[in-house]
């Protein structure tokens, strides 16, 4: 280990547009398994053995031909039963991308995984049954793409092959969804007719549906422009660990572990720690042993600092200047996924970054409705699936960005102190003041320590 510089980036030579996250949702059997393995069957990226496997599971069950659905729904107890239960991922790629996919599972007490599979995802795949149109479980699973604010949003109108391929069914389900998700602010829809079984339009263009001019569903994720544009957002860098290795030929090395959650750190640059406020200067960057003297995410590196300062899991390094503020009254939209309830004075964790702090639910404003959008006012708790405003307050300050400017920093987990069970995933919104004269420093690590 060094603090001195170079110039080398030992990663120079990727390109990041070259990778695409994506995740696919549906409504049971609308056919995102088998829209997953045609992809990665047309595509050539199953390995003979795996194409084997299903072949002997799907003879095993009475099918004359591979299910490809079996490519993702790698769980026994979903093989049984036919249906996606976990987050399915995959990896493949083609000479044009590479991909990482989450499979997301379709039943709605399933829903929860979507949020999961959809957090990281820059495009999602969503799957309407060509004979059911738009159903609840659709507007759900636009809603949360809308709330995670996924970029680009896929309407994939399966099973063409069961309405004759007829044109009018699709134009009528597209133009219901568009006009839904634009209501949600979602702000790419494209929607493709399909037929995920026999392969129209999945990979190669249909012959059967003439009369559709857009791209196949790959052809459109080979060629969506992915942004990746963190490397541009504030710098954040949330300290996992800190190395003090105390060797003879680094007695004082002290280094400050992390992957950069968003924006460049460099050499020379001064920072700020947060909640201390403590001020420093960058004095070197290691990346994998190697001294650089520029570092942006998602790069896993380790700062060395100017100044001894007091620095420990969960602190936030940031440039002085720009610097977010920080604050123990949180608003924010949550996606509830325990089974348990979220109500209006419950004790939880919240977990923001590398930091978990305790914390209270002071008021629930208002649930989402998504038959037409509308708020329920005042629902004093949200069960699995709902979608609603929370307001928490923590007991101690954090520097959470909006959600809107950075889905690393501006999101958030509410957690279940007793067991550990997830309870909501969390996007701040807008931060409030205080409305009492309660302080950080007043709370305590004892039970009364949850009154604050």
């Known amino acids: 280990m060094t ?21 696919t949702a549906g409504s049971v059997d609308d056919g995102k398994s088998t829209l997953v393995g045609r ?19 799907s003879l095993s069950r009475g099918q004359e031909t591979p299910d490809l659905a079996l490519l993702t729904d790698g769980l026994r107890a979903e093989r049984e039963q036919g249906i996606t239960i976990d987050v399915a991922y995959r990896y493949f790629a083609t000479p044009r991308r590479r991909f990482i996919l989450a499979d997301t599972p379709g039943h709605v007490q399933y829903t929860r995984n979507m949020v999961t599979g959809a957090s990281t995802a820059e495009l999602t795949v969503i799957l309407v049954d060509a004979r059911n149109g738009v159903v609840e479980q659709t507007r759900r699973h636009a809603a949360i793409a809308a709330l995670l604010r996924v970029p680009h949003v896929v309407l994939a109108v399966n099973k063409m092959d069961l309405v004759d391929f007829a044109e009018p069914v699709f134009a009528d389900i597209a133009e219901e969804f568009t006009a839904y998700a634009t209501e949600l602010g979602v702000p790419e829809v494209t929607a493709i007719p399909i037929s995920a079984l026999t392969g129209d339009n999945v990979v190669d263009p249909s012959a059967r549906m003439d ?12 060629t969506v422009p992915v942004s990746h544009d963190l490397a541009e957002c504030h710098a954040r860098l949330p300290v996992q660990y800190v190395i003090r290795p105390q060797t003879a030929e680094h007695p004082d090395y002290r280094g400050y572990a992390g992957q950069i959650a968003a924006g460049t750190f460099r050499v ?14 960058v004095t070197g960057i290691d990346l994998l042993g190697v001294p650089v003297d520029v570092a942006w995410t998602p790069q896993s590196v380790t700062l060395l600092l100017a100044d001894d300062i007091d620095i420990s899991r969960g602190d936030l390094v940031v440039p002085a200047r720009d610097a977010p503020s920080t604050t123990r009254d949180i608003e924010a939209t949550v996606c509830h996924v325990a089974d348990i309830p979220l109500t209006v004075g419950q004790r939880v964790l919240l977990k923001h970054t590398t930091r978990t702090v305790k914390a209270i639910v002071q008021e629930i404003p208002s649930r989402l409705t998504l038959d037409d959008l509308s708020q329920a006012r005042n629902p004093e708790r949200l069960v699995a699936n709902d979608i609603g405003r929370v307001r928490v307050r923590t007991a101690e300050p954090l520097a959470l960005d909006a959600y809107a400017e950075s889905r690393r920093t501006g999101s958030f987990l509410l957690i279940d102190p007793a067991d550990g069970t997830t309870l909501a995933a969390g996007m701040a919104g807008e931060s409030f003041a205080a409305t009492g004269a309660a302080t950080a420093t007043g709370t305590t690590d004892d039970e009364e320590g949850w009154d604050f």
């Open 3 to 23: 603090n001195s510089t170079a110039t080398t980036d030992p990663f120079a030579g990727l390109a990041a547009t070259t990778l695409l996250r994506f995740a």
């Open 268 to 281: 020379g640059e001064e920072v700020m720690v947060l909640p201390s406020g403590r001020t420093s200067t």
């Open 39 to 57: 992809l990665l069957h047309d595509s050539k990226s199953v390995l003979t053995d795996q194409l084997e496997a299903v072949a002997h599971a």
């Open 211 to 222: 009369w559709y001019g857009g791209p196949t569903v790959l052809e459109h994720l080979e």
